[in-house]
């Protein structure tokens, strides 16, 4: 079974820098193409970006918000994803999913599964 | 900039009865590329509808999705009590990424 487990989550003050970690098991994490999501308190699903796997060339995208302050890399030697978040703000507060982009024929736009998250609480 | 509008926000229901939940795009969407997920309060989102029919591995067939171009549909009928939940769409586009709508939060009534 296919599953993601994120780490790293903590309380920040505005300004400062963390990394999260998300390890990967039952499935073969070299060829796959990963996310991260977040969820502010109480509110909706926002895509931060994605990585292609090494073999698809291993770009990475980002959404606008965060695009410049937030970096996505990962160890496939160890099957770890990260995303580190510099200059955090405030509004960056909420839970922090990683995902997997599910290939199914030639679309791999649908993400399954999901990590259970991870708290990033950016506060004075 | 791409955006999902969902509607209702919220649907208040009886198990049993049948919910439906639009989800209509500000552009139109490849079908292909167009996906629903149910998430619970401390849970993280599961796939149910992707490529806006098919259902996801293990997903019930009472949970249906359908639509195209700007108009999307997920019909869950019978409702069972672990169907009440919120409900996501999402879609993709080579400009503007990954995006989801602001979500219906099914209730029980």
């Known amino acids: 079974e296919a599953q993601l487990v994120e780490s790293g989550g903590d309380l920040v003050k505005p300004g400062e820098s963390l990394r999260l970690s998300c390890t990967a098991s039952?499935?073969?994490?070299?060829?796959?193409?990963m996310s991260w999501v977040r969820q502010a308190p109480g509110k909706g699903l926002e895509w931060l970006g994605r990585i292609k796997s090494r073999v698809d060339g291993g770009a990475t995208d980002y959404a606008a918000p965060v695009k410049g302050r937030f970096t996505i890399s990962r160890d496939d030697s160890i099957r770890k994803l990260y995303l580190q978040m510099n200059s955090l703000k405030t509004e960056d507060t909420g839970v922090y999913f990683c995902t997997r982009g599910l290939c199914i024929g030639d679309s791999c736009t649908q993400f399954d599964p999901w990590g259970q998250g991870t708290l990033v609480t950016v506060s004075s | 900039e791409f955006v999902l509008t969902q509607s209702p926000s919220t649907l208040s229901l009886s198990p049993g009865e049948t919910a439906t939940l639009s989800c209509k795009a500000s552009?139109?969407?490849?079908?292909?590329?167009l996906a629903w997920y149910q998430q619970k309060p401390g849970q993280a989102p599961r796939l149910l509808i992707y490529?806006?029919?098919s259902r996801a591995t293990g997903i019930p067939d009472r949970f249906s999705g359908s639509g195209s171009g700007t108009d999307f549909t997920l019909t869950i009928t019978r409702l069972e009590p672990e169907d009440f939940a919120m409900y996501y769409c999402q879609q993709y586009d080579s400009s503007s990424g990954f995006t989801f709508g602001p979500g219906t939060k099914v209730d029980i009534k």
């Open positions: 039952g499935f073969i994490f070299s060829n796959a193409w």
């Open positions: 552009q139109s969407v490849i079908s292909t590329y």
């Open positions: 490529g806006a029919s």
